[in-house]
């Protein structure tokens, strides 16, 4: 028996495990752009896609396992580097394989948060026409690593933390547990010439951030990487990173801050960071959890604070109670407050622990403070006993700007 490359075995293993919960003729599809890391996620799920199911003690059976490439049309050549991915992966014997460009919108979160959300929404695209019912990401540890030293840097919660999930409704990571230099190594083994991104390679020495770069670093710690690009650093289509014109946050996270911490922490540094991200996952989800339980006790319904029930044109709101607030944990109690305001509308990348600050201080130190501005136009404040949050409304019965509490009678 030939004997297996380790970085493929451990690639198809990886695989395997996420197919392995499948039924019969299932649709996985793989989201590749043909970087390294997508392009082994590929040959991986191609190889295991037909195994699905195969032990000594049950018939095997397959599963269907598909591509989708987006076309972001960033890059002079981006639609040769789509087409070239597709190739290979009908090589490798996956179908249907789809070519999607992307449809960007404004976002306000710059150029990487941007491109992050076309993409997503391109993959949610096909995976809904073609009935998928998984959708692969390559995502490796070391990528799990930059999000971790992200969310870091940006004074982030323990939710943000705590990285990128294995799996999160249709999208499943398999390659968290592997490093990039193993995706790259499966390349070599199979001879897949693999695409290099280069928004992922540094600028020359002496190259400024940009200001889009600059616009970028708010939101870096939020706008998880997709897992679709070419995060090798080296192969085809080398070219310096300053020629792409824009050099993400986490490319330099990468470049420069991890080599660092590994020259002076010593080797493993992203071995750890990948560890505290998956223990600080398991601890955001129990408090998510009594969070949210804590918000349904707190939750009432606008008839509970008598005479100021909104109109139609006031906009979403959900009322809540201080006095089951008030008592609680600090921590359940602000991470109650944020998913209030989530649920209202306001962007998770956008709703910052100044906003939750001001939340809390309606609850557990109320001295007849005006309204709360929140992300996306919502609007919180204090009516009648109660804690309101409101959506942002698009107008108000009387053609004011909506800024008003959604009743006449402030404590």
């Known amino acids: ?13 990886a695989v395997r495990a996420v197919l392995a919960d ?20 590929a040959a991986a799920t191609a190889a295991e896609a037909r195994r699905v199911g195969r032990s000594v003690r049950s018939r095997g059976y397959a599963v269907r ?3 989708v490439v987006v076309d972001h049309g960033l890059q002079p050549d981006s639609a040769d580097v789509a087409r070239r991915a597709a190739e290979q992966c009908r090589d490798l014997g996956l179908d249907p394989v789809e070519v999607r460009p992307a449809e960007w919108q404004g976002t306000g979160a710059g150029p990487e948060g941007g491109a992050r959300a076309a993409r997503y929404a391109a993959i949610e695209r096909v995976a809904h026409a073609s009935g998928a019912r998984v959708v692969l990401l390559g995502h490796t540890l070391d990528d799990q690593a930059e999000q971790v030293l992200l969310g870091l840097a940006r004074g ?19 390659f ?9 190594a499966v390349c070599a083994a199979l001879g897949l010439g693999f695409w290099t991104d280069p928004t992922n390679l540094l600028p ?18 939020s706008a998880v990487p997709d897992g679709t690009d070419g995060t090798a650093d080296g192969a085809e289509h080398r070219t310096e990173g300053a020629a792409a014109g824009f050099v993400p946050l986490r ?7 991890l080599p660092v911490l590994e020259d002076t922490l010593g080797p493993g540094v992203a071995e750890a ?16 959890a009594l969070a949210a339980d804590l918000l349904e006790r707190a939750t009432s319904a606008p008839a509970a604070a008598p005479g100021t029930e909104p109109g139609p044109a006031a906009g979403d709101v959900r009322w809540l109670d201080p006095g089951v607030l008030a008592p609680a944990h600090a921590a359940l109690r602000r991470r109650a407050l944020r998913a209030a305001a989530l649920a209202v509308g306001c962007a998770p990348s956008d709703t910052t622990a100044r906003h939750v600050d001001a939340l809390d201080a309606l609850v557990v130190a109320w001295t007849g403070q005006g309204p709360v501005h929140l992300p996306g136009g919502a609007r919180a404040g204090r009516a009648c006993g109660r804690v309101f949050l409101r959506a942002a409304p698009s107008a108000t019965a009387d053609g004011q700007d909506g800024d008003q509490p959604p009743g006449t009678t402030q404590e």
């Open 1 to 13: 028996m030939a004997r297996v490359d380790p970085a493929v075995a451990a690639a198809r293993t």
């Open 22 to 41: 499948l039924d019969p003729g299932d649709l996985v599809l793989v989201a590749c752009s043909g970087g390294a890391d997508s392009l082994a996620l």
């Open 65 to 67: 396992a598909g591509a």
């Open 156 to 174: 982030a919660g323990a939710r943000s933390l705590a990285g990128m999930p294995r799996a999160r409704g249709i999208y499943r990571r398999p």
């Open 176 to 184: 968290l547990g592997l490093r990039r230099a193993q995706t790259e």
């Open 204 to 221: 020359r020495s002496g190259v400024e951030i940009s200001a889009g770069d600059r616009a970028d670093v708010a939101s870096a710690a």
């Open 251 to 257: 490319s330099r996270v990468r470049g420069r801050v």
């Open 273 to 288: 960071l990948a560890r505290s991200a998956a223990q600080l996952r398991d601890d955001a989800d129990l408090l998510d």
